[in-house]
């Protein structure tokens, strides 16, 4: 009573939770049910205490089943404990017992469907880490993951903070435009080489490898790393590189294998640091805003030294499993 009334006096329902030592949706729920049912309503309250608590058997069985197939609500998961194991639950109560037991709510990650786990290890530790080792020991031997980034236009939104009720909006540009950047990360020092072009072709690709060479004229090799990019394995690409007095070395990655490729870490890095919920008004503001985040890389140094890391992931082996429900 003391709750309605204060509400009645124009109090907020936070307010008067903070007055009463109860939370605000209890005194949302009070004047719900006097609105609904008059005094009656108020009187019962209808208090049922606490969510029931799965067993440890039952809370391990319902983390085998999270494992193998995703479910996208909290709902959704109340509806499998019910059905199961007769256990009723809110979809709130269901988020907190989920929490407790590892798991939590987000995105999956989108792998490809054709990627070989076994060729990647392989890769992984026949090639790439000796090379990685290699251009550890000695500065000569020159080690560069290559790859081009085509940042469109356009309007980037990610998830962040907003106020309850409200809607965060960005700006988005029209038109299809992008910028075409090649780029090279070498190993270990984490220099960063990049080339605007119009397309990547054979002939750009030929021409980004003699701008990576007089970068490094005392290395007695270079070695890149790339992927299976029809203009990657063009005939004026291997033509090139079968020169006499060529210095660059090219190391394939297996087919659908990007999480070999240590420069999409920088990509990604670059698109959350410059593109995501930002716009630019102007076409060529966007092109500045890209040139300057590869142009000075130094406030990022500490980020990107624990992000570009030796350590890579095989993927390919757990994705075929997850179904969503």
């Not at 251009?135 to 939104?157: M, N, R, S, V, W």
């Not at 299976?228 to 005939?235: D, M, P, V």
Request: glycine letters at 6%; a positive charge.
């Amino acid at each position: 009573m003391n709750a309605l009334l204060l509400l009645d006096n124009g109090w907020a329902a936070e307010r008067v939770a903070e007055a009463l030592f109860v939370d605000a949706e209890t005194v949302r729920q009070h004047m719900r049910l006097h609105t609904a049912q008059g005094r009656a309503g108020v009187e019962r309250l209808a208090y049922v205490g606490h969510a029931p608590v799965p067993s440890a058997a039952q809370a391990q069985e319902l983390a085998a089943e999270l494992s193998a197939r995703l479910y996208l609500t909290a709902k959704a998961v109340c509806g499998l404990v019910a059905e199961r194991f007769g256990l009723t639950h809110t979809p709130h109560a269901m988020a907190r017992l989920l929490g407790r037991i590892g798991f939590v709510w987000k995105r999956p990650k989108v792998v490809p469907a054709k990627a070989d786990a076994a060729a990647q290890r392989d890769f992984l530790e026949g090639t790439l880490r000796p090379l990685m080792t290699a251009a550890e020991a000695d500065p000569a031997q020159k080690l560069l993951f290559i790859d081009a980034t085509h940042p469109a236009y356009g309007a980037h939104p990610a998830a962040g903070w907003v106020r309850r009720g409200e809607t965060a909006m960005l700006r988005s540009n029209h038109g299809r435009v992008n910028v075409t950047l090649n780029g090279a990360l070498s190993w270990p020092g984490r220099e960063v080489i990049t080339r605007e072009a119009p397309l990547i072709t054979g002939l750009e690709m030929v021409a980004f490898f003699e701008q990576i060479a007089a970068r490094y004229p005392t290395a007695r090799t270079i070695t890149l790393v790339l992927d299976n990019a029809t203009y990657n394995r063009a005939a004026v690409v291997r033509e090139w590189l079968s020169r006499p007095d060529c210095r660059v070395r090219v190391a394939y990655l297996p087919p659908y294998a990007p999480n070999l490729n240590l420069i999409e870490r920088l990509w990604w890095f670059f698109k959350k640091k410059t593109l995501w919920n930002t716009h630019y008004p102007t076409l060529d503001e966007f092109r500045a805003a890209v040139r300057a985040f590869f142009t000075n890389l130094g406030p990022w140094e500490g980020e990107l030294a624990s992000l570009l890391t030796n350590r890579f992931h095989i993927i390919g082996h757990k994705a075929e499993r997850i179904s969503a429900t």
